[in-house]
T-cell receptor, first 117, second 115 residues
Framework: KNEVEQSPQNLTAQEGEFITINCSYS?????LHWLQQHPGGGIVSLFM???GKKKHGRLIATINIQEKHSSLHITASHPRDSAVYIC???????????????????FGKGTKLSVKP | DGGITQSPKYLFRKEGQNVTLSCEQN?????MYWYRQDPGQGLRLIYY???????QKGDIAEGYSVSREKKESFPLTVTSAQKNPTAFYLC??????????????FGQGTRLTVV
């Protein structure tokens, strides 16, 4: 079982729809990241959160530490939101801490979102 | 403006040749990372560096080498020993490894195809 699981793998929506992408993880974490990867491949960091909720424009990210679950919501979706959305967690455990003392980033496989006009 | 620059964006090489991927950052970040991305898989850590002149193997270091002679630069060499080098390679950096919860910044990636 992967340490970070995302669902769904693929998502097609009509413009204007409310979208939710889910991320569940099985390790203790110090932070969770939501990333956006466009077709060209470059990755942009959308959110980094360790508790509660963050909002930026039409994007909202929430995290429930007890349930080890995070969601990324997109309100009023638009075709330009089409991308792969990646959840990544920074583990707290020393045994898993490759990548520096703050721990390695463990990535989900991504959710491919297509928003149709 | 600050950021991470990877070059080239696309790279083609013949099997058996070594190839070096460039990663430069002007964010004054101490920590830098190289990841590999394959279809249907999450990013996997190849090498990382917490400080100049120091680097550590990640999960899939075999067939790769790196150097960190300058803070701004962390080039990755894909050697002929790497069995399946065709992949998308991403470089990232973060401010310093001693601080928890620091944001990671990513480059635009290099797509390497070995023929």
């Amino acid at each position: 079982k992967n340490e970070v699981e995302q669902s769904p793998q693929n998502l097609t929506a009509q413009e204007g729809e409310f979208i939710t992408i889910n991320c569940s993880y099985s390790v203790g974490i110090s932070a969770l990241h939501w990333l956006q990867q466009h077709p060209g491949g470059g990755i942009v960091s959308l959110f980094m959160l360790s508790s509660g909720k963050k909002k930026h424009g039409r994007l909202i990210a929430t995290i429930n530490i007890q349930e080890k679950h995070s969601s990324l919501h997109i309100t009023a979706s638009h075709p330009r939101d089409s991308a792969v959305y990646i959840c990544a967690v920074r583990s707290r455990s020393g045994a898993e801490s490759r990548g520096g003392s703050q721990g390695n980033l463990i990535f989900g496989k991504g959710t491919k979102l297509s928003v149709k006009p | 403006d600050g950021g991470i620059t990877q070059s080239p964006k696309y790279l083609f090489r013949k099997e058996g040749q070594n190839v070096t991927l460039s990663c430069e950052q002007n964010l004054n970040h101490d920590a830098m990372y190289w990841y590999r991305q394959d279809p249907g898989q999450g990013l996997r850590l190849i090498y990382y560096s917490q400080i100049v002149n120091d680097f550590q193997k990640g999960d899939i270091a075999e067939g790769y080498s790196v150097s960190r002679e300058k803070k701004e630069s962390f080039p990755l060499t894909v050697t002929s020993a790497q069995k399946n080098p065709t992949a998308f390679y991403l470089c990232a950096s973060s401010i310093e490894s001693g601080r928890v919860n620091t944001e990671a910044f990513f480059g635009q990636g290099t797509r390497l195809t070995v023929v």
